[in-house]
T-cell receptor, first 120, second 113 residues
């Protein structure tokens, strides 16, 4: 079963529009972490946010905001007043404790990503 | 620059050849991770180290893949007898502790002809 689902493969909006990227996750762990990364065309993954499972407060950082809802296992990411430089692939990722990730592994489980295109 | 670095950035090889990639983590980070990313997919976890100990290797894709971190600093990922299906981006990341933020390097893009 897919542990991190990003159902939107590609989103295209016009500059200055708001856009929300969806992320739904699945885990039996009670202590876990969720992440968002940005991957621009250059290929390097850029860290955006880390949120632990006990902190359901929404977070805002400039034009970026995140909505974490444990009840629906979702961790959605909104960009307000989008800009062309926001064009990239965005990944949501889950970190479970090794007991639940299997085999003692401490690796991140990524979704398939959402390709965001901001048109001028 | 104190970020994660990887070398080479690009590698073209012929099927059947061996390749080795290097990763230098952020200096104070003792956890180092390797991932593979194929086109249109998210990164897929392969293996990780805490200092020089490799704590998980069951996710390595086959016995042709191996990784080392001999002195707990840089790490190498080797692929023996490369196949065309090994063509992908190989990413390295490092973190301070378990479940802390992983910071990624620029990746090594491998093309097997």
């Amino acid at each position: 079963a897919q542990k991190v689902t990003q159902a939107q493969t590609e989103i295209s909006v016009v500059e200055k529009e708001d856009v929300t990227l969806d992320c739904v996750y699945e885990t039996r762990d009670t202590t876990y972490y969720l992440f968002w990364y940005k991957q621009p065309p250059s290929g390097e993954l850029v860290f955006l946010i880390r949120r632990n499972s006990f902190d359901e407060q929404n977070e805002i950082s400039g034009r970026y905001s995140w909505n974490f809802q444990k009840s629906t296992s979702s961790f959605n990411f909104t960009i307000t007043a989008s800009q062309v430089v926001d064009s990239a692939v965005y990944f949501c990722a889950l970190s479970e404790s090794p007991l639940y990730s299997g085999g003692g592994a401490d690796g991140l489980t990524f979704g398939k990503g959402t390709h965001l295109i901001i048109q001028p | 620059d104190t970020g994660v670095s990887q070398d080479p950035r690009h590698k073209i090889t012929k099927r059947g050849q061996n390749v080795t990639f290097r990763c230098d983590p952020i200096s104070e980070h003792n956890r180092l991770y390797w991932y593979r990313q194929t086109l249109g997919q998210g990164p897929e976890f392969l293996t990780y180290f805490q200092n020089e100990a490799q704590l998980e290797k069951s996710r390595l894709l086959s016995d042709r893949f191996s990784a080392e971190r001999p002195k707990g600093s840089f790490s190498t990922l080797e692929i023996q007898r490369t196949e065309q299906g090994d063509s992908a981006m190989y990413l390295c990341a490092s973190s301070l502790r378990m479940q802390e933020t992983q910071y990624f390097g620029p990746g090594t893009r491998l093309l097997v002809l």
